[in-house]
């Protein structure tokens, strides 16, 4: 038995969030033609306390021969079964464990966002009714465990669940929402992400989560959206030919996104260009040339850029200080290899 998982739609009204709704109705689409007949949403499936049920009461309808099953989160503290006229809704407003009729092992606790709370504190009141590695964890807010992707839409910490708190209850899966961004961490604690991009920070393909409860193998499948952002930094070196150098670059930066080459036309990309050029004037355009094909979100940033002369000398000291740059590993949040870069073009060129 398998159940689709997403998290964080921050639905509003189809007239007002038309993408989040139609991110939905597509991984309902899959579910369907999957022949899986239950979605857990983890929390956050309305926006700041809207209070306009009716199109997703609908949408509800349209796919009666699916489940749902909601785990309010901080954002829908107020949501109950009682104000959905949709049979096939069931709400979570407490903490639960729940256990599907198919599964003779592995139960669920679905915790509801709480302000006053920790998960551990909820896991710890459970615990006599959960063995270990036989659970799943649903919840939404904040795991503890090191630098973790910051959630933009609000500041602060919700809910906190700590890897102390795994260690001593020992779930075989965490699934958790609040953080818009897919992540996989400790490969046992998951964040599904946003289906739809809230707006351009939020970056990359969006995902849903498949699980299979009696192998407790997950996977993730990508969402059909309208739109993909992306947010780059793209280093200009003055060199001879830099129009065809920014080309160079404009292809590394696409090839990293992993994209097939039909949905180039979904993307919206936001760039800000560092670093230096011997010609400044004609720099954006050169931009937009290099990713052709490319819808931009706003016209390319060129203001960190600085103007020098162009070189021979510095050009191939730049030359052997970025193949340098290239060869090593840098250490992920500690110092990137763009940082590095931005510095040796500002001491090479004497630019404060």
Same mark, same amino acid.
């Given at each position: 038995?398998?159940?689709?998982?997403?998290?964080?739609?921050?639905?509003?009204?189809?007239?007002?969030?038309?993408?989040?709704?139609?991110?939905?109705?597509?991984?309902?689409?899959?579910?369907?033609?999957?022949?899986?007949?239950?979605?857990?949403?983890?929390?956050?499936?309305?926006?700041?306390?809207?209070?306009?049920?009716?199109?997703?009461?609908?949408?509800?309808?349209?796919?009666?021969?699916?489940?749902?099953?909601?785990?309010?989160?901080?954002?829908?503290?107020?949501?109950?079964?009682?104000?959905?006229?949709?049979?096939?809704?069931?709400?979570?407003?407490?903490?639960?464990?729940?256990?599907?009729?198919?599964?003779?092992?592995?139960?669920?606790?679905?915790?509801?966002?709480?302000?006053?709370?920790?998960?551990?504190?909820?896991?710890?009141?459970?615990?006599?009714?959960?063995?270990?590695?036989?659970?799943?964890?649903?919840?939404?807010?904040? $795991?503890?465990?090191?630098?973790?992707?910051?959630?933009?839409?609000?500041?602060?910490?919700?809910?906190?669940?700590?890897?102390?708190? %795994?260690?001593?209850?020992?779930?075989?899966?965490?699934?958790?929402?609040?953080?818009?961004?897919?992540?996989?961490?400790?490969?046992? @604690?998951? $964040?599904?992400?946003?289906?739809?991009?809230?707006?351009?920070?939020?970056?990359?393909?969006?995902?849903?989560? %498949?699980?299979?409860?009696?192998?407790?193998?997950?996977?993730?499948?990508?969402?059909?959206?309208?739109?993909?952002?992306?947010?780059?930094?793209?280093?200009?070196?003055?060199?001879?030919?830099?129009?065809? $150098?920014?080309?160079?670059?404009?292809?590394?930066?696409?090839?990293?996104?992993?994209?097939?080459?039909?949905?180039?036309?979904?993307?919206?990309?936001?760039?800000?260009?560092?670093?230096?050029?011997?010609?400044?004037?004609?720099?954006?355009? %050169?931009?937009?040339?290099?990713?052709?094909?490319?819808?931009?979100?706003?016209?390319?940033?060129?203001?960190?850029?600085? @103007?020098?002369?162009?070189?021979?000398?510095?050009?191939?000291?730049?030359?052997?200080?970025?193949?340098?740059?290239?060869?090593?590993?840098?250490?992920?949040?500690?110092?990137?290899?763009?940082?590095?870069?931005?510095?040796?073009?500002?001491?090479?060129?004497?630019?404060?």
């Amino acid at each position: 038995m398998k159940i689709g998982i997403t998290a964080d739609v921050h639905l509003k009204n189809r007239e007002t969030t038309p993408e989040r709704f139609n991110a939905l109705d597509d991984i309902l689409k899959q579910l369907k033609r999957e022949n899986i007949n239950r979605l857990i949403i983890a929390g956050d499936l309305f926006d700041k306390e809207y209070r306009n049920y009716k199109d997703f009461d609908n949408l509800c309808k349209k796919y009666q021969d699916i489940n749902f099953y909601i785990i309010p989160g901080n954002h829908d503290q107020d949501i109950s079964e009682k104000i959905f006229a949709s049979g096939n809704i069931q709400v979570f407003t407490e903490p639960t464990i729940f256990q599907f009729s198919e599964s003779k092992s592995v139960k669920f606790l679905f915790i509801p966002y709480k302000n006053d709370k920790a998960m551990g504190e909820i896991m710890e009141e459970q615990r006599k009714l959960l063995l270990p590695h036989l659970w799943v964890l649903i919840g939404h807010g904040n $795991y503890l465990a090191g630098k973790m992707p910051e959630n933009k839409y609000e500041e602060g910490i919700y809910m906190p669940l700590s890897r102390a708190d %795994i260690q001593e209850y020992q779930p075989a899966r965490v699934i958790l929402g609040h953080i818009h961004k897919p992540i996989d961490i400790d490969k046992k @604690v998951h $964040y599904p992400g946003s289906p739809s991009s809230l707006d351009i920070t939020e970056t990359g393909r969006r995902r849903y989560l %498949i699980l299979d409860i009696d192998s407790l193998e997950l996977i993730s499948l990508f969402v059909n959206t309208e739109h993909i952002y992306f947010n780059e930094t793209l280093i200009v070196i003055p060199v001879e030919n830099e129009s065809d $150098y920014i080309k160079e670059q404009a292809e590394k930066i696409i090839s990293r996104w992993g994209i097939k080459e039909e949905e180039k036309t979904k993307v919206k990309l936001r760039i800000k260009a560092e670093g230096a050029t011997s010609n400044k004037n004609k720099l954006a355009e %050169i931009i937009k040339d290099a990713f052709y094909g490319i819808k931009f979100y706003d016209e390319p940033d060129i203001n960190e850029v600085n @103007v020098v002369d162009r070189n021979s000398e510095k050009i191939s000291i730049l030359e052997r200080v970025k193949q340098k740059v290239e060869e090593q590993v840098w250490e992920k949040n500690i110092l990137t290899k763009e940082k590095v870069l931005i510095e040796a073009i500002k001491t090479i060129f004497g630019i404060e």
